[in-house]
């Protein structure tokens, strides 16, 4: 007799453009951007500078670099994640359902948790691939998957459901050991390949408005100590390693230091060869391959550097050791489902 999935799994990112086209990146752009999540403005305020400066002239810029880093199967994120949602299927066995649910975009959370409902399952654990905790990531995930189980479009909108399932959310592990082992492994084997050891080692992590870690947010708290741990497990001494934080957005201050300053200055002292690496990031995406890798290139070259001097380290994607962490960090949060 065939063993029907009793629990539900849902691997929860942000999103994607559907196609490396400006309506496509528009549309998911004004989704994410529209979240008070990620910029909590009054919507009085924001939404006239969205519609009308940032959604006219970013989602064509925005679809330009997409098509650099799109490949054959689609958007980066979304075939690495797919392939994450298939390893760990196969891993946890015929109890559990795992789908993708992202935020802003296609293959969304309220399409998993509809999919959980039409199978029958009653239970359902949510687990954000943002190891570090933020708001911006971490808590619109648990947003969007506490509306999608009692039907609810959004904060003020009616809850339609008469049935909702019972929800767990996976704590942020962004200190677990075993998160942390993963890294090592991976960073080692890719290490093993280059020419030399790397003089220097950045770790990369998205960056949020200060004014969110002021009143709250434990996001750099989280990042540096994923950063610390790594380092030790890595044996890395304290100038063989350093933090910085990307993606900067709008005129206000962000935590810091920059990822860009970071790689110029680092050219500009004749600091190499250079490794960055992404932790917070669970796979692959616009923010990794671009802005990194090639972004990153450009400006360490400009500033000095050669290319053959700067080293990318892929996201954990579908690394065996990530993979095995994540099917346990599933068994370890339903206990007493079973």
């Known amino acids: 007799m065939p063993t029907h999935p009793s629990i539900g799994v849902i691997l929860a990112q942000i999103g994607t453009p559907a196609r490396p086209e400006a309506k496509a990146v528009r549309s998911y752009l004004r989704r994410f951007l529209s979240d008070r999540r990620i910029v909590d403005r009054s919507p009085w305020l924001w939404q006239p500078i969205l519609q009308g400066i940032i959604l006219r002239t970013r989602p064509r810029k925005s679809a330009r670099l997409y098509r650099q880093i799109w490949t054959e199967e689609g958007s980066p994120l979304l075939v690495h994640s797919f392939r994450q949602q298939s390893a760990l299927q196969d891993r946890l066995g015929p109890k559990f359902q795992v789908e993708l649910g992202l935020a802003y975009s296609e293959h969304s959370i309220e399409r998993a948790m509809l999919r959980m409902e039409q199978a029958g399952i009653g239970r359902v654990l949510v687990v954000p691939l943002f190891p570090q905790y933020s708001s911006t990531t971490t808590a619109s995930v648990y947003d969007q998957a506490c509306f999608a189980a009692l039907g609810r479009t959004g904060s003020k909108a009616s809850a339609l459901k008469r049935y909702v399932p019972a929800l767990r959310f996976v704590e942020p592990y962004y200190n677990d050991p075993e998160y942390i082992s993963a890294m090592k492994a991976h960073l080692l084997r890719h290490m093993e390949r280059l020419n030399r050891e790397p003089d220097r080692v950045v770790l990369s992590f998205h960056g949020i408005p200060k004014r969110y870690a002021d009143t709250g947010d434990p996001y750099p708290e989280h990042c540096m100590e994923t950063a610390r741990l790594l380092a030790e497990a890595m044996g890395w001494c304290e100038n063989r390693w350093q933090v910085a934080f990307q993606s900067r957005f709008g005129p206000e201050a962000w935590v810091g230091p920059s990822t860009d300053d970071v790689i110029g200055s680092l ?71 079973e």
């Open 267 to 337: 050219a500009e002292r004749g600091v190499a060869p250079l490794l960055i690496f992404a932790p917070g990031f669970a796979a692959d995406c616009l923010e990794t391959l671009h802005e990194l890798d090639i972004e990153g290139r450009d400006h360490f070259c400009a500033s000095g550097g050669r290319t053959e001097q700067f080293h990318y380290a892929p996201c954990l994607n579908d690394q065996p050791e990530w993979l095995d962490f994540l099917a346990g960090l599933v068994e370890r949060n339903v206990g007493g489902w």
